[in-house]
């Protein structure tokens, strides 16, 4: 091969980058909405209490009403994307969210405004569901898990933008004015990128994978070109082609023994992102610093420390997760959770919870979160199943999330006050054990495998399986 033809080479891999790159970071958007949601609660309830006088459980119910929405949505995800494409169910997606946002921001009852945040829960469950998968489906091998993490990066960024919103809209007025109008104006600016979202979805491609399963080769190779150069597309089309052969996508398939490992990977890390804590401690942080002995403002200003170090160590999660590869950030973050939560409680324990100590440790646990559960767990989601089935696989998994995390978030206040704060984070710290053993033992590594790969290495585990039953059995005699 000629300089000329290496040369061209490169410009069409440099292009291909840059093309999947663009692609990636709109889908990735769906993340930002993510984040935003589920955030902006956090300043708007206090507000939104005394407009409408809600009681401890209806406050309760204002905030959780988004994951049992979410929960719905991600449960339909699957099942919809498989039937009429990713894009299109995006699309749909981000207009439930925009939808959302204005109708929490005009509501004159608390019905009114339920319904409306359950609208939204059904999107963002949704776009958590698909926008890392759609990364996956359409991103080289070498660059797939730093490109399907972009959607946990824009995630912790919609959080952490959304504290600074939230702040600047309630400083535009009085006490009175906040009570009836800030609320309003922080879920209603949440259709600004809702909007941004919908439009930008109708320039992206449709999944190649999902074209092919489609009997729409000539239309996944057009976007394949795209991405590899003639021969690389060419070939991956191939190899698209031949695992949908292998498969029936049918349930009894999801179960049979190789598969079945594959769901319970992706169920168990799914369950495990949130029982291990972060969302307790993200979403109640300025009570726990409270509980620490800080005042109002300072807890405040430590919960922003929190959502920057979620910023920083999931931009270094991006760039170490292709090179280090899954399993090992995985290893490497569940210890050191463990460590620190078995830090904090000990604090606790001993009532030695003043000083910057323990504001460190949480810092700690947060940033080992943010290189390994946060953005690892929705990238190993997106690619561990085959393609047939990978949308609905996907999607029990990821209402597993949802689910664990509606059970966290409820639990935690209970919890704090019944156990206490020490063996509270003693019982998050041994589901951070749990998970550094699971992981151990049972999570394969996926780094610069394509996703053909991955599902030829389950399907040859399923065969053994089957095989080595069939040599178990009695033979019949004669």
Not at 32 to 48: C, E, N, R
Not at 140 to 145: D, E, F, I
Not at 341 to 356: D, N, Q, R, S, V
Not at 396 to 402: C, P, Q, Y
Request: proline share 4%; with cysteine; net charge neutral.
């Amino acid at each position: 091969m000629g300089n000329k033809d290496i040369n061209s080479l490169d410009d069409v891999k440099q292009s291909g980058m840059r093309f999947v790159t663009l692609v990636s970071i709109i889908a990735a958007l769906g993340g930002l909405l993510f984040g935003f949601d589920t955030a902006v609660v956090s300043g708007a309830i206090g507000f939104l209490g005394e407009k409408f006088d809600l009681n401890k459980v209806q406050e309760g119910w204002a905030v959780s009403s988004l994951i049992v929405g979410c929960v719905i949505g991600a449960g339909f995800s699957g099942i919809l994307s498989d039937r009429f494409g990713r894009k299109k169910v995006l699309i749909g997606a981000a207009a439930l969210f925009t939808l959302s946002s204005i109708g929490t921001a005009i509501p004159d009852t608390f019905t009114f405004y339920i319904i409306a945040r359950m609208i939204g829960g059904l999107g963002i469950g949704i776009t958590s569901t698909l926008c890392p998968l759609y990364n996956a489906e359409i991103a080289p091998a070498k660059y797939r898990g730093r490109l399907v993490a972009l959607n946990q990066l824009a995630t912790v960024t919609g959080i952490s933008l959304t504290y600074f919103v939230n702040s600047g809209i309630a400083g535009w007025g009085n006490d009175a004015w906040d009570v009836e109008n800030a609320w309003r104006w922080m879920f209603g600016v949440g259709a600004i990128p809702g909007a941004l979202f919908l439009i930008l979805l109708f320039f992206v491609p449709e999944s190649p994978r999902w074209l092919i399963k489609q009997d729409r080769p000539l239309d996944a190779l057009k976007i394949l070109l795209r991405i590899h150069g003639e021969e690389a597309a060419k070939q991956e089309v191939l190899d698209i082609k031949e695992s949908f052969k292998q498969e029936s996508g049918s349930l009894k398939q999801i179960l049979s023994p190789g598969l079945r490992t594959a769901l319970l990977v992706g169920v168990v890390l799914a369950v495990l992102q949130q029982v291990t804590g972060i969302n307790a401690v993200l979403y109640y942080a300025p009570e726990i610093f409270k509980s620490m002995g800080a005042g109002t403002d300072a807890s405040l200003i430590q919960t922003i420390f929190i959502g920057i170090v979620n910023v920083l160590f999931t931009i270094l999660a991006i760039w170490l997760i292709d090179k280090v590869g899954r399993k090992v950030l995985l290893l490497i973050g569940s210890s050191i959770m463990t460590l620190c939560l078995a830090a904090i409680g000990l604090a606790f324990y001993t009532g030695h919870t003043t000083g910057p100590l323990v504001l460190i440790i949480i810092l700690i646990y947060v940033a080992a979160f943010a290189i390994s559960l946060g953005p690892v767990v929705w990238v190993v989601l997106s690619e561990i199943f085959p393609n047939r089935i990978r949308g609905r696989a996907t999607a029990i998994a990821s209402m597993a999330l949802w689910a664990a995390d509606y059970v966290v978030s409820q639990s935690f206040p209970p919890l704090l006050d019944t156990a206490g704060p020490a063996p509270t984070f003693w019982i998050f710290g041994v589901m951070g054990l749990i998970t550094f053993v699971f992981t151990l033992r049972v999570v394969p590594e996926t780094k610069n495998k394509s996703l053909e790969e991955i599902e030829t290495a389950w399907m040859k585990n399923a065969s053994a399986s089957s095989n080595a039953d069939a040599a178990l059995k009695p033979k019949e005699s004669h």
